[in-house]
């Protein structure tokens, strides 16, 4: 069998280990169930006590290569599929070329094919104890955290509910290029191109909760918090991962998600609820949320102070506003460094997306920038939503090529050639230069 292993092949076992896996889970969800405490989280400390036999997410021995351990992470994740990045796993866009059933991945990414972003690691909650609890001065009677507006699982499916698609894409993604096409150090994880999926998310949407619960006219800020471990940086506790969307937001487009792609909410991304904020930075999406405190005042975490703003010399000297809207990017469904054969023509598929408004085009270049042919749109571009393209190019003589490919969105959003430098290495938005070689 060649290198290009057929998918059939390569996603058997695959399917088998992650069968195997999920018995196994299941077998020690029921055995710690007994201990579990009242508010139904298993998370960090308690988890590994509950499972002395060994590390609760322990893959069972692998059929084929895995990606490497990921602490934290739940679901399998196949080296053909994912890149280890510390608690995180990001998502080949080479991949996108070959689904389970040999042809290409879709709009929406599939559960196990989508990346995860974790700050800690990915917490096993009880969905029949859980509660999302709502309290707060922006609410009426202003509840207290102590006695809030609760609401089980089986009260929010019984809400209208609402189905939408949306991006779920990483602030910090493309970072690895404002140094390896800048020269410039940022800290944090080295995504490439796949901190993103798009999914299909049906929930009820939070303006719905809100109203029930009691919103005020004086409400300002709304904070989800989530359940998973709370990240400890320099010895110092940050709290449950958590960050305020303006009122406005939350009554737009904001969904409490419960399913993603027609299935239950998966642990990795969230279960039993997590939010969804279209169009925004990732952190935005609270997964596992537990609880969403509502205010007649602006909220402050780490989350939207220290992290996810921009600072350099290019920003104000407090850093910029918290981060809201995604900018503007391309990725070919191609490897860096790939091998084409010369003199043949290929089609080079891709997609490029804006948290701002739908793309409106998508040019790509082969010559290293100097000329731009448009591509060919393959969907009919949405907010909120990737568009998927593709470009025919046939490379007459052998060598190195440079591709790229520069989106720009209804708004006049594009990619420039270089990103402005911050920090933490933000929001990175300009044309990627993706190397290839026809041989
Ligand atoms: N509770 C909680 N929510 C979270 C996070 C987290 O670590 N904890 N990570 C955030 C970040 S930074 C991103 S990019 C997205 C990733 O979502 P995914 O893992 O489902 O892809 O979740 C966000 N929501
Ligand atoms: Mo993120």
């Known amino acids: 069998m060649s290198a290009d292993i057929p ?51 322990a893959p069972p021995p692998a059929a084929g290569p895995t990606a490497g351990p990921v602490p934290g992470i739940v679901k399998p994740l196949p080296a053909e599929w994912f890149v280890p990045r510390g608690t995180n796993a990001e998502m080949r866009f080479d991949a996108l070329r070959a689904g389970a059933d040999g042809r290409p991945v879709g709009r929406h990414v599939p559960v196990e094919r989508f990346f995860v972003r974790n700050h800690t690691s990915t917490p096993l909650i009880d969905a029949g104890t859980w509660r999302l609890r709502l309290f707060g001065s922006g609410l009426r009677g202003a509840p207290t955290a102590e006695r809030p ?17 949306a991006l779920i894409e990483c602030a910090g993604n493309g970072r690895s290029f404002f140094t390896g096409q800048q020269h410039q150090s940022v800290p944090g ?4 191109l796949g901190g993103i999926g798009s999914a299909r998310w049906r929930g009820v949407r939070l303006a719905e909760v809100l109203r029930r619960a009691g919103l005020t006219a004086d409400a300002v800020d709304v904070m989800p918090a989530g359940l998973d471990p709370e990240p ?10 958590r960050r305020p969307l303006p009122v406005a937001k939350a009554l737009d487009d904001v969904l409490l998600a419960y399913e993603m792609n027609g299935e239950p909410l998966t642990p990795d991304h969230g279960a039993p609820v997590r939010v969804v904020v279209p169009g925004w930075v990732g952190i935005a999406s609270i997964k596992w949320v537990g609880t969403v405190e509502v205010a007649d005042r602006p909220l402050f975490s780490p989350w939207n102070t220290d992290s996810y703003r921009l ?14 809207t995604q900018v503007v990017k391309s990725a070919f469904e191609l490897a860096r460094d790939a091998v084409l054969p010369a003199g043949r023509t290929h089609r080079l598929h891709g997609r490029s997306w804006s948290g701002a408004a739908p793309v409106r085009r998508v040019e790509v270049s082969v010559d290293g920038g100097r000329r731009w ?20 190019w046939r ?45």
């Open 7 to 57: 998918s059939e092949a390569a996603h058997q076992p695959t399917a088998g280990r992650r069968d195997g896996w999920e018995r196994r889970e299941l077998l020690r969800l029921l055995a710690v169930g007994a201990a579990a405490p009242a508010a139904g989280v298993l998370t960090g400390a308690r988890r590994a006590a509950a499972a002395p036999a060994g590390p609760a997410a």
């Open 373 to 392: 042919r448009r591509a060919e749109l393959r969907d009919e571009p949405r907010y909120g939503d990737w568009t998927r393209w593709h470009v025919d």
């Open 311 to 324: 600072f350099g010399p290019d920003y104000p000297p407090g850093g910029s506003a918290p981060l809201t």
């Open 189 to 192: 994880t080295p995504w490439t």
């Open 232 to 241: 400890v940086v320099g010895g110092v506790g940050l709290g449950r991962v």
């Open 149 to 165: 507006v609760e609401f089980s699982l089986a009260e929010l499916r019984a809400l209208p509910s609402h189905t939408t698609t």
């Open 395 to 439: 490379p007459e003589r052998p060598g190195r090529y440079e591709l790229r490919a520069r989106a720009t969105d209804r708004l006049g959003g594009t990619q420039p050639e270089t990103a402005v430098f911050n920090r933490e290495g933000y929001l990175f938005d300009a044309v990627v230069v993706h190397p290839v070689t026809a041989a």
